[in-house]
Nanobody
């Protein structure tokens, strides 16, 4: 079992930056690939970014490529999502997830956090 807790969300203006954190419980964090997803009101949950167990490879949705980075610190059981040049369309609840792959598909992830709200005003 892995429990995930996101933090770092908030209200920012377009062009600003935010860093989300996801802290995981348990001693097996490094055995999981980690992903970030987001869900805007009335829309389905969508892939944002993912990272392999070692952090050696990362993957991004086209909509955030070049603006967002994902990283992890296995010693701290934490994964991060650095979000730069934020746009109003980035407004959503952001979820971190743990699973066996870096898939784009949410159903492949086994554990989910409760989410953190990011709101970007224009």
């Amino acid at each position: 079992q892995v429990q995930l807790v996101e933090s770092g969300g908030g209200l920012v203006q377009a062009g600003d930056s935010l860093r989300l954190s996801c802290a995981a419980s348990g001693r097996t964090f490094s055995s999981y690939c980690m992903g970030w997803f987001r869900q805007a009101p009335g829309k389905e949950r969508k892939f944002v970014a993912s990272i392999t167990r070692s952090g050696g490879s990362t993957y991004f949705a086209d909509s955030v490529k070049g603006r967002f980075t994902i990283s992890r610190d296995n010693a701290k059981n934490t994964v991060y999502l650095q979000m730069n040049s934020l746009k109003p369309e980035d407004t959503a609840v952001y979820y971190c997830a743990a699973g066996g792959t870096t898939s784009y598909y949410s159903f492949t992830y086994n554990y989910w956090g409760q989410g953190t709200q990011v709101t970007v005003s224009s």
